[in-house]
């Protein structure tokens, strides 16, 4: 059996944006690399959605960039407008072939099925596969979007609207995402924060069928692509060790109040490559244990107090977009963090530290 250098265990997101940055960073020019991927074919699948708030490898991958978004309540409408930090959403079938196609030039890089098929004793492995189920009970981010095109001019092509909560809550926390690509084609998805044992919120199809009719008004569509995923809110008891790095939704790349994981493995991506040399040395990246314990508490609020959230999600993107925006992407500093907190239902949060 061959032996690696470097070793990617998951040929996903994270997998590839890494292998990608490694190659176009030549570090792939003495090392070897074996990805492996169980998956039949790579395809469009998923639609990467975030704020750009620095500069990454995939803009030509870009379906479209956005300055306005709006959130809403069924009694308010909130929009904002950021020319600094664009929204843009990636096409993950136009990523994967970029990808592909860059990484088989070079000799050194071979994918595998299953990692029975290499010899990994002496490789530094890189993983982006849950090595166990994970738990339904806790808390998930669940979804289901459809890309529809109408006939007619239909969608305001400028403004995306974030979150729609002008819909059945059902004791849970539900709201419609609008990304309208042109003025005949939109990505439309239906998005639950509950856990996962509640099958009677999986109704996706009639949800997007009813809200598409009864909140947009369009009689008229057909549907040219399906996505469909949950992103859990919790991180994985996995840990780092001197030959295994974790990457990814496994490498605890989510950030947990809002499902965003995109830019944190772009981010995660260039800091491992910056330090391959040393890696064992360096600290392991996170996103900041500032984030990760005001998510904690957010969350918390959250399973205690579905019914607040929609006014919650609302008042707290009454900040300036520049400040939400940087919050949301792990980039504020602390005066954008008291803007943020001081937007929040104070005694509701002030107990939830201490449970
Ligand atoms: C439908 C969907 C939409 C999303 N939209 C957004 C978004 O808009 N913005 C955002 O920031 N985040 C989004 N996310 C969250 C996150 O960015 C993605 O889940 C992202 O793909 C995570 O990258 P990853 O590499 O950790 O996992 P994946 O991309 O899922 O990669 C894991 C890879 O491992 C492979 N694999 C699994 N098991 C094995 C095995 N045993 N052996 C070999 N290979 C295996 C899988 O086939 C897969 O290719 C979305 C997630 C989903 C599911």
């Not at 002496?122 to 529809?148: A, C, P, R, T």
């Not at 001019?153 to 059902?170: G, K, P, S, V, W």
């Not at 969350?299 to 205690?304: A, E, I, M, T």
């Not at 959230?309 to 400040?323: Q, V, Y």
Request: glycine share 4%.
């Amino acid at each position: 059996m061959k032996d690696f250098d470097y070793v990617i265990i998951g040929g996903g997101c994270a997998g590839l944006s890494l292998a990608y940055e490694l190659e176009i960073n030549d570090r792939l020019k003495d090392k070897t690399l074996a990805i492996i991927e169980n998956r039949k074919e790579y395809r469009r699948d998923k639609t990467w959605s975030f704020w750009k708030v620095f500069d990454h490898n995939f803009d030509d991958c870009v379906i479209k960039s956005w300055n306005n978004f709006t959130i809403n309540t069924s009694e308010s409408s909130h929009e904002l407008t950021s020319k600094k930090f664009p929204y843009q959403s990636i096409d993950s079938g136009k990523f994967y072939k970029k990808i592909s196609s860059k990484l088989s030039a070079n000799s050194n890089v071979s994918f595998y099925k299953n990692l029975n098929e290499i010899n990994s004793e002496n490789s530094l492995i890189f993983n982006s596969v849950f090595q166990k189920k994970l738990d339904k009970s806790d808390l998930w981010q669940h979804f289901q979007g459809i890309e529809i095109e109408t006939p007619n001019r239909t969608f305001d092509e400028d403004i995306i609207n974030l979150m729609d909560f002008n819909c059945d809550q059902r004791n849970d926390v539900h709201f419609f995402y609008t990304l309208p690509f042109s003025k005949n084609k939109a990505l439309i998805e239906t998005t639950w924060l509950s856990d996962l044992k509640d099958q009677s919120l999986m109704d996706y199809d009639f949800q997007l069928e009813n809200y598409i009719k009864n909140n947009l008004g369009i009689k008229n569509y057909k549907i040219n692509f399906t996505e469909k995923g949950a992103i859990p809110l919790f991180y994985p008891s996995l840990r780092n060790d001197n030959k295994i790095i974790n990457i990814g939704s496994a490498g605890g790349m989510t950030r947990l109040s809002t499902g965003y994981t995109f830019l944190n493995i772009q981010e995660h991506s260039k800091y491992i490559v910056n330090n391959i040399k040393k890696i064992d040395k360096v600290k392991t990246f996170n996103l900041g244990k500032k984030y990760q314990f005001l998510d904690k508490v957010f969350l918390r609020v959250l399973q205690k107090h579905p019914e607040k959230m929609p006014n919650i999600f609302f008042n707290m993107f009454k900040a300036s977009s520049g400040t939400i925006i940087k919050f949301l992407s792990n980039k504020s500093n602390f005066i954008e963090d008291i803007s943020i907190i001081s937007k929040m239902p104070k005694l509701i949060f002030f107990k939830a530290l201490f449970n």
